[in-house]
C-alpha cells in the first residue's frame, strides 16, 4: 500500500527531557525523519536548525540531510544507518514512512516500511522522567517472505549542528591506563571508535561528548551506546558543515539474519545534552546513572580491602585474616577475597570453572573462614569469573563443547584461558547454578564479577552455519540474563563489575551492578587521570578505587598515604595495600581517612560532582555539592614536584569552585575558616601544598546551617 505524502503528519514531534527539547520533523514527502531542534526547551520554536536545501549535486538529498535514521539505498553516499543484504545479494531499501505513534512529549515512534523486502523499521524514542536524557533505539520487523541479513543495523544516528568542524572529546586508552580523555577537532572527514572484543573493551569507552570546535566553553551533546558487546561510534564531518554520529553493535559475524515473521531490537543509545559544556554534561550522565541504580542508589557503598594485590594467588586463610583484622582495625566494613580461593587456581593456568573453595587454603573450612572474617565485624565478599575456564580444569574436560571453538583450529590462550559461550542457555544455567550454590551456601554480600579475556576463535560448531548465528549478542544476553538473576534472587548482593580492569563498563552492565572497577592502574598519578576521564562519563557512586602500596607496579612517581585516601575516596573507597607491612603510623593515619570518607561519603556519591582543572594541572580537585546545598566536600591534588626539592615562599595554589551561592558563607570544618561564595567562586580555596602535604579532603558547611 502507498500512502500519499499529503496524508503524513509531517511533525514535528517533541520529546521533553527536565531541561532539554528533541524535535524530529519528516522531510522529503515522508521519506525520513530529520532532527529539527536540540537544545534548551524553546529551541525549537524556529527554523529547524540544520535545513536541507533540497538541491544538491552529485549526492541525494538524502544524503545531505540532518536524518535520524536511514538505509543504504535512500542514502546511498554519505553513510547509512542500517544496510540490509536480500538473497540476490542486493543491499539497497528505498522505504516510505508508514506511521508515528507514541506518548506527547514521552516516547515517539516512527515506522518505516520497506514494500519489495517487506521489511518494517520503527524509530524509537523515550525521554528518560528526571534528567536529560533521551534513548534512542530501532526495531526491525520482517514482514516479507525473504531471509533478511542486516549487515548494518545502528541504534540511532545524531546530528549536531557545528560551524568550522566539532570538537570531540573521547575516552581510551589500553589496559591500565583505560578512560583517557582525549580530544580532537574534525573538521572533515570520519573518526571511528569500535571493538570487536566482545565487550567494550579497553581501548575505548562507548562514549562521545560533541562541540563546535569553534565555542569549546559552549552546549556540549553526549552519547553512550548500552551494549556490552562489540560496537563502534562513527563520527562523519559532513561536507554541509554537519556532524553525523552514527552508533550501534557490530554483529560477530558481520551481518544478522533476520528471518520471515522475525523481528529484532538494537541496543539503546542514550543522548544527552547540556548548555554547560562538558562539565554540565558530566552531571547530566552522573543523573542519568543514579537513576539506573534505582533503589540500589541508596545501598551504602562500603569501604572495602581486597587482597589481590597483597597477596595474588596465594590465598590462605591464616594471611587473609591477618589482612582482615588489620584492615577491620582501620575501620574498613567489607573483606573481599580476589582470584585464588579456588581449587587448582595456584596461577594463571588454572581452576577456572571449578569454582569450589580449595580445602587447602582454608583448612578449617570455608565457612568457618568466613565466620572468622565476619567476626571482625565486617561483610564478607568473593571474586568470580564466570565466563571464564581453564583448560586443566574439571569443567573443560567435562563439557569441550562449552567454550568458543572453530573446528579444526587452534584455541588462542589468553590469560592461559578460554571463554565460555555464555549464549548457550546451558552455560547460562550452569554460571546461575555455580553462583546460586556459592551465595546461597556461603555467608557472602559481596561478589566481584571478573572478565579476562575476549573471544578469540569465536563459533559455536554443530549449531547452523555461522552467517545464521548472532553469537556476540547471545552472549550479551546470557550475561545479562545472569546478573538480573543475581539482582532478583539475591538482592542483599552488592555485585561489582570488572574486566581486566575496566573493559566492561556501559549503562547495561552499570544498570545491574552497584559498582565497576575502572582500571587495574591504583598507581596515585596513574589514576588520577583514569579517574578524571572516567568522571566525565559516569558516577563517583559507581567508581570502586583503591589505595594500593606505593610505589606500585605501574608509576613510581611518589605521592603521600594521603594522596592515595584522597584519591580512592573521590569514588567508592578501597584499599588493596599489602597491610601487613604498614606501620602503627600508617595504619592510624589510614584509620583517620576511611573515618573522615564514611563522614563524608553521603556527599560524595549523592552530591553534584564537578571536576575542577586537570590532572595536567599543578592543582586539581572534584568538587560534590550536597543534594539541597549548605554542603560541599572537595578533594583536591597536587600533582607537582614532590621530590623534596626546597620549596620557595610563595602563594598557595587556588582550586576555583564552581556552582555556588556568592553570597553564602562556606567555614571549613577542619580549619574553621570561612570563605564567602563569592571568594570561592572568584578567588578559589587555598590549598598551601608542600612535599609533604600533597592531598586534601575538604568539607565546607555554611556556618548558618542553612
Ligand atoms: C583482573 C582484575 O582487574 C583484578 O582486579 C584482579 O581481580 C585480577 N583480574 C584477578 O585475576
Redesign the pocket.
Given at each position: 500500500m502507498t500512502i500519499a505524502p499529503q496524508e503524513f503528519p509531517a511533525g514535528p514531534w517533541l520529546l521533553r527531557t527536565e531541561h532539554t527539547v528533541y524535535a524530529v520533523r519528516l522531510a522529503d514527502g515522508g521519506r525520513w525523519a530529520e532532527l529539527a531542534a536540540w537544545g534548551p526547551h524553546g529551541a525549537e520554536t524556529g527554523p529547524p536548525v540544520l535545513p536541507a536545501t533540497r538541491r544538491t549535486h552529485f549526492i541525494t538529498p538524502a544524503d545531505a540531510a540532518p536524518a535520524e535514521y536511514l538505509p543504504y539505498g535512500l542514502r546511498p553516499f554519505t553513510g547509512a544507518d542500517l544496510t540490509v543484504r536480500r538473497p540476490g545479494g542486493e543491499r539497497g531499501l528505498w522505504w516510505t514512512f508508514t506511521g508515528a505513534g507514541g506518548d506527547e512529549d514521552r516516547t515517539l515512534r516512527l515506522e518505516f516500511t520497506d514494500e519489495p523486502t517487506g521489511l518494517r523499521v520503527a524509530l524509537h524514542y523515550a525521554a528518560v522522567p528526571g534528567t536529560d536524557v533521551i534513548l534512542r533505539w530501532a526495531e526491525f520487523t520482517n514482514l516479507g517472505a525473504e531471509e533478511l541479513h542486516l549487515e548494518n543495523l545502528d541504534s540511532a544516528a545524531v546530528n549536531v549542528p557545528v560551524r568550522a568542524g566539532a570538537r570531540l572529546t573521547y575516552l581510551a586508552g589500553q589496559w591500565a591506563q583505560e578512560f583517557q580523555r582525549h580530544q580532537l577537532d574534525l573538521v572533515r572527514g570520519r573518526f571511528e571508535m569500535a571493538s570487536t572484543q566482545g565487550t567494550p573493551g579497553h581501548a575505548y569507552a562507548p562514549w562521545l561528548a560533541v562541540q563546535d570546535a569553534a565555542e569549546t566553553d559552549g552546549p556540549a551533546y553526549g552519547l553512550a551506546l548500552e551494549w556490552s558487546g562489540n560496537w563502534h561510534i562513527t563520527t562523519d564531518a559532513e561536507p554541509g558543515g554537519a556532524v553525523r554520529i552514527r552508533a550501534g553493535r557490530v554483529p560477530h559475524e558481520g551481518a544478522v539474519l533476520l528471518r520471515p515473521g522475525g523481528a529484532l531490537t538494537t541496543p539503546r543509545l542514550a543522548c544527552a545534552f547540556s548548555p554547560g559544556g562538558l562539565d554540565g554534561l558530566s552531571r547530566v550522565w552522573h543523573r542519568y546513572e543514579r537513576q539506573l541504580a534505582g533503589d540500589r542508589l541508596h545501598r551504602t557503598r562500603k569501604v572495602l580491602y581486597?587482597s589481590?594485590e597483597a597477596t595474588g594467588?596465594d590465598v590462605q586463610a591464616g594471611a587473609q585474616l591477618e589482612l582482615a583484622r588489620i584492615a577491620a582495625g582501620m575501620g574498613v566494613e567489607l573483606f573481599v577475597v580476589?582470584?585464588?580461593w579456588f581449587t587448582g587456581r595456584l596461577d594463571?593456568k588454572g581452576g577456572l570453572g571449578d569454582w569450589q573453595p580449595d580445602p587447602a587454603a582454608f583448612p578449617a573450612g570455608f565457612d568457618d573462614f568466613i565466620a572468622q572474617v565476619r567476626a571482625t565485624g565486617m561483610d564478607f565478599g568473593l571474586?568470580v569469573?564466570p565466563e571464564a575456564v581453564s583448560p586443566a580444569s574439571r569443567l573443560y574436560a567435562e563439557h569441550p563443547d562449552w567454550v568458543y571453538r572453530t573446528e579444526g583450529r587452534t584455541a588462542t590462550l589468553v590469560?592461559e584461558q578460554l571463554l565460555l559461550d555464555l549464549g548457550r542457555p546451558d552455560v547460562q544455567d550452569f554460571v546461575i547454578g555455580t553462583l546460586d550454590t556459592l551465595l546461597g551456601g556461603h555467608d557472602i554480600s559481596y561478589l566481584?564479577w571478573?572478565m579476562?579475556r575476549p573471544p578469540t576463535e569465536r563459533g559455536r560448531p554443530g549449531a547452523g552455519p555461522a552467517g545464521e548465528q548472532d553469537l556476540d549478542a547471545a552472549h550479551v544476553a546470557g550475561y545479562l540474563r545472569v546478573l538480573d538473576h543475581l539482582r532478583a534472587r539475591h538482592p542483599q548482593v552488592t555485585v561489582e563489575g570488572?574486566?581486566?580492569?575496566g573493559a566492561r563498563i556501559e549503562h547495561a552492565t552499570l544498570a545491574r551492578t552497584d559498582v565497576v572497577?575502572p582500571?587495574?592502574n591504583t598507581a596515585p598519578l596513574d589514576r588520577l587521570a583514569i579517574q578524571y576521564g572516567y568522571l566525565h562519563a559516569h558516577a563517583p557512586h559507581t567508581m570502586s578505587s583503591w589505595v594500593t602500596d606505593a610505589p606500585g607496579v605501574f608509576d613510581p612517581r611518589p605521592r603521600s598515604l594521603a594522596f592515595r585516601f584522597v584519591l580512592a575516596a573521590a569514588g567508592v573507597l578501597g584499599i588493596g595495600a599489602d597491610l601487613r607491612h604498614w606501620s602503627a603510623g600508617q595504619r592510624a593515619e589510614a584509620a583517620a581517612w576511611v573515618a573522615r570518607y564514611k563522614h563524608l561519603r553521603e556527599v560524595i556519591h549523592h552530591g553534584q560532582a564537578r571536576l575542577l582543572g586537570a590532572p595536567t594541572d599543578a592543582t586539581c580537585g572534584v568538587q560534590y555539592d550536597a543534594p539541597g546545598g549548605g554542603r560541599t566536600v572537595v578533594a583536591a591534588w597536587s600533582t607537582g614536584r614532590l621530590d623534596g626539592a626546597p620549596l620557595v615562599p610563595g602563594r598557595p595554589a587556588r582550586l576555583r569552585l564552581r556552582g555556588l551561592d556568592p553570597a553564602a558563607r562556606y567555614r571549613d570544618t577542619a580549619t574553621g575558616t570561612e570563605y564567602s561564595g563569592a571568594h570561592l567562586l572568584h578567588y578559589g580555596l587555598p590549598l598551601a601544598w608542600t612535599a609533604t602535604y600533597d592531598a586534601d579532603l575538604i568539607e565546607l558547611l555554611d556556618p548558618t546551617g542553612r
Open positions: 581486597n589481590w594467588f580476589d582470584d585464588g594463571e571474586w569469573e590469560r566481584k571478573d579476562n570488572c574486566a581486566g580492569g572497577w582500571s587495574d
